[in-house]
């Protein structure tokens, strides 16, 4: 399995763009990259998922180099309602095994 | 759809007593699986399952025992609590079922919160 490593915690203010990096250095062909966030109190929720270039949705865009070593969570114009716990999440989703979650990085959005 | 349904939310538990943590979902997910969380921590995976009648282990499987004898159910059993086992258990769900895509993401439920005396 793919290791990931993640800032643990991140500050920002209201209106900010947000940028989260996420290493895994040892990814597999088949792998996918998947970002989750969680809320106090709260299982965690999908966000977005990507293989290579590009991926934007309604609520983040993720980027992935060529390399697929890293990847990069941007979060648009945060809101309070943004602070949480943000995962970065690497593995094959057709085989969903074992799918592992790191510490995360601990987002807080300040006025 | 309900989703994914956890019981008991809450539960207190002295020191030797076992206890099974329940698990639903609705959605015909072909994979199921179960984390603890510690405060301040992450998620650490305990058990998974790929379908009905198929478990394994995860990170952290000392102490807890699975079984999947239905593709909706998968209960999570406290064999001997100890302290150690104060955590937030969530149980997650994923499937292929009336996806185009398969993105593999899962969907939790709301967790058991449980505390060990």
């Known amino acids: 399995l793919a290791k990931t490593t993640q800032p643990i915690s991140m500050d920002s203010y209201e209106g900010q763009e947000v940028n989260i990096t996420c290493s895994h250095n040892n990814i597999a062909t088949n792998d996918y990259i998947t970002w989750y966030q969680q809320f106090p109190s709260q299982g965690p929720r999908f966000i977005i998922q990507?293989?290579?270039t590009k991926v934007t949705n309604e609520v983040a865009s993720l980027f992935i180099p060529a390399d697929r070593k890293s990847s990069t969570l941007s979060l648009p114009r945060v809101s309070l309602s943004d602070t949480a716990v943000y995962y970065c999440?690497?593995?094959?989703?057709?085989?969903?095994?074992?799918?592992?979650f790191g510490s995360g990085t601990r987002l807080q959005v300040q006025p | 759809n309900a989703g994914v349904t956890q019981t008991p939310k809450f539960q207190v538990l002295k020191t030797g007593q076992s206890m099974t943590l329940q698990c639903a979902q609705d959605?015909?997910?072909?994979?199921m699986s179960w984390y603890r969380q510690d405060p301040g921590m992450g998620l650490r995976l305990i058990h998974y399952s790929v379908g009905a009648g198929i478990t394994d282990q995860g990170e952290v499987p000392n102490g807890y025992n699975v079984s999947r004898s239905t593709t909706e159910d998968f209960p999570l059993r406290l064999l001997s609590a100890a302290p150690s086992q104060t955590s937030v258990y969530f149980c997650?769900?994923?499937?292929?079922?009336?996806?185009?895509?398969?993105?593999?993401?899962?969907?939790f439920g709301e967790g058991s919160r449980l505390t060990v005396l």
């Open positions: 990507g293989y290579k």
């Open positions: 997650a769900s994923s499937g292929t079922s009336g996806r185009v895509l398969n993105t593999g993401e899962l969907f």
């Open positions: 999440l690497v593995g094959d989703p057709p085989g969903r095994r074992a799918l592992t």
């Open positions: 959605m015909n997910h072909e994979y």
